[in-house]
């Protein structure tokens, strides 16, 4: 998790082991998936092995806005950068292929989660829920039961659970929606998060804007 300070600093983070690393690319080659990995300083790097890995990283670049560096071995890149913060695989379907690493990879060495045109290997330590969790308690001093929090994807749903009110954007998937205390009227494409504040602001009576008395809504 990083501040919003500038320059930004990270307030806590965990790679994947080397090991895990390893296990991850080993899978990801073996399923003749595209990999990426990121790394806590520096680019992130892929090597795609053919025209349609190539065509899913394209995909997956214009979906985050991130452009990742080409390289021929990802395995050396490992030995020269440490291990990742995480591994993406650009798959055909997330929910499928998440499904497959699961149960092919030890959960006490990588957690893995489906996403909208990929998934996502990180540490066991690492959840949106526990990086919520630290920032409030260790970094805010924010109860949990006062935070809202919106989410749309299987990654979400720790987080969802954990705060005092988690929504479901409309666009959401159905086990996030299920999830959740409720579901927001809008998608992440028409400002949901914003327009659910701006309503927040409304309701208490606060200017859009406006200072939050002692931090807090």
Same mark, same amino acid.
């Given at each position: 998790?990083?501040?919003?300070?500038?320059?930004?600093?990270?307030?806590?983070?965990?790679?994947?082991?080397?090991?895990?690393?390893?296990?991850?690319?080993?899978?990801?080659?073996?399923?003749?998936?595209?990999?990426?990995?990121?790394?806590?300083?520096?680019?992130?790097?892929?090597?795609?092995?053919?025209?349609?890995?190539?065509?899913?990283?394209?995909?997956?670049?214009?979906?985050?806005?991130?452009?990742?560096?080409?390289?021929?071995?990802?395995?050396?890149?490992?030995?020269?950068?440490?291990?990742?913060?995480?591994?993406?695989?650009?798959?055909?379907? @997330? #929910?499928?292929?998440?499904?497959? =690493?699961? &149960?092919? $990879?030890?959960?006490?060495?990588?957690? *893995?989660?489906? /996403? !909208? +045109?990929?998934?996502?290997?990180?540490? @066991? #330590?690492?959840?949106?829920?526990? =990086?919520? &969790?630290? $920032?409030?308690?260790?970094?805010?001093? *924010?109860?949990? /039961? !006062? +935070?809202?929090?919106?989410?749309?994807?299987?990654?979400?749903?720790?987080?969802?659970?954990?705060?005092?009110?988690?929504?479901?954007?409309?666009?959401?998937?159905? /086990?996030?929606?299920?999830?959740?205390?409720?579901?927001?009227?809008?998608?992440?494409?028409?400002?949901?998060?914003?327009?659910?504040?701006?309503?927040?602001?409304?309701?208490?009576?606060?200017?859009?804007?406006?200072?939050?008395?002692?931090?807090?809504?």
């Amino acid at each position: 998790m990083m501040s919003r300070q500038e320059p930004p600093r990270a307030l806590f983070a965990a790679a994947l082991s080397a090991p895990a690393a390893r296990a991850v690319l080993a899978f990801c080659r073996d399923a003749g998936w595209c990999a990426s990995c990121c790394f806590a300083s520096g680019p992130s790097m892929a090597s795609p092995a053919d025209a349609e890995q190539e065509r899913r990283l394209r995909e997956f670049e214009e979906l985050e806005g991130t452009v990742q560096q080409r390289v021929a071995d990802l395995g050396e890149a490992l030995a020269g950068g440490g291990p990742p913060l995480k591994v993406v695989a650009m798959v055909p379907d @997330p #929910e499928a292929a998440a499904a497959a =690493a699961r &149960a092919a $990879l030890p959960a006490e060495l990588v957690h *893995i989660i489906a /996403a !909208e +045109v990929h998934i996502e290997f990180i540490s @066991p #330590e690492v959840s949106k829920g526990q =990086a919520v &969790a630290r $920032l409030c308690g260790d970094v805010l001093g *924010i109860p949990l /039961a !006062e +935070v809202l929090a919106f989410g749309d994807n299987s990654n979400d749903l720790e987080m969802l659970r954990l705060v005092g009110e988690g929504v479901a954007m409309a666009n959401a998937k159905e /086990a996030v929606k299920s999830a959740a205390d409720r579901v927001c009227a809008w998608t992440n494409d028409e400002e949901g998060v914003a327009r659910e504040l701006e309503a927040l602001d409304a309701l208490v009576g606060r200017a859009p804007g406006a200072p939050v008395p002692g931090g807090r809504l």
